[in-house]
């Protein structure tokens, strides 16, 4: 999978369960860059739930347009006796190919991403509220627009993106995301063997990379099949360079609740 192309990201987060009746909704990305965050992590590791809250922390609703959130579950841990329901092997070969795109080594849990690039001092007090002003202040390199349409148990979901800048458009790739939060597991084997460990923003679903046109835009439409969970549903785009990995846009937006 890859991050830089010239496009944004829609994230719809809501507190929701698979019984919840939607609405038709629809969003369009900010004028400012807005930060992504990922956190690679696993129900595997007894490393990761201190960044599991974490990010946890850091609600949709505080985020507002400032920064998106997700969880991206791996599944390498899963040797060691407890297979996490939300690890998936694309997303173990996306952190590997962020990690190379930005020169590393090698990829760990629990690992942050900021823009694409290693953000370690996560933990500490501070530091990624300066780091997302500073992203912030930055104007948006793609435009992204996001609308959803509920059916029987799915979402259908129409998508654009534009990239502003010609020399960001040879590159630029988006992908769409489902993310749900409020999601509970009792973990029985493994180095968490007996917690039960709290997700948000956990990414459910991941549809791969969709290049744009010469004239740097694109559109897409899909259909998403709802997870049986209870939990507040978020659909997430995100525009990046396949090449270099830079986060051009993302866009969150709360699936709507029918009235």
């Not at 627009?145 to 020399?167: F, G, Q």
Request: glycine share 6%; charged share 20%; hydrophobic share 45%.
């Amino acid at each position: 999978m890859h991050r830089a192309w010239g496009a944004r990201v829609i994230a719809v987060a809501i507190a929701t369960s698979a019984a919840t009746a939607y609405a038709d909704c629809r969003a369009h990305s900010a004028d400012h860059t807005t930060a992504l965050i990922e956190l690679y992590t696993s129900e595997g590791c007894d490393s990761c739930p201190p960044a599991d809250r974490w990010l946890s922390s850091l609600s949709t609703q505080s985020l507002g347009e400032r920064a998106v959130a997700l969880a991206l579950h791996v599944d390498y841990w899963d040797r060691l006796g407890w297979k996490d329901r939300f690890g998936s092997a694309g997303f173990s070969q996306r952190q590997r190919d962020e990690s190379a795109r930005s020169g590393g080594d090698f990829v760990y849990t629990p690992q942050v991403l900021l823009q694409g690039r290693d953000f370690a001092p996560w933990h500490a007090a501070g530091a990624v509220e300066k780091a997302i002003a500073a992203i912030n202040a930055r104007p948006a390199r793609a435009v992204l627009d996001v609308a959803a349409h509920p059916v029987e148990a799915a979402v259908d979901v129409d998508v654009s993106a534009h990239v502003t800048n010609a020399h960001d458009r040879a590159d630029a790739v988006f992908a769409i995301a489902l993310v749900q939060s409020g999601l509970e597991s009792d973990v029985k084997a493994g180095e968490n063997a007996g917690k039960r460990l709290r997700h948000d923003h956990v990414v459910r679903q991941w549809r791969p990379v969709i290049a744009l046109d010469a004239s740097g835009g694109g559109s897409a439409k899909l259909a998403l099949k709802l997870p049986a969970d209870p939990g507040p549903l978020s659909l997430v785009v995100l525009a990046e360079n396949a090449r270099t990995g830079d986060v051009l846009q993302v866009l969150e937006m709360p699936l709507c609740a029918a009235r």
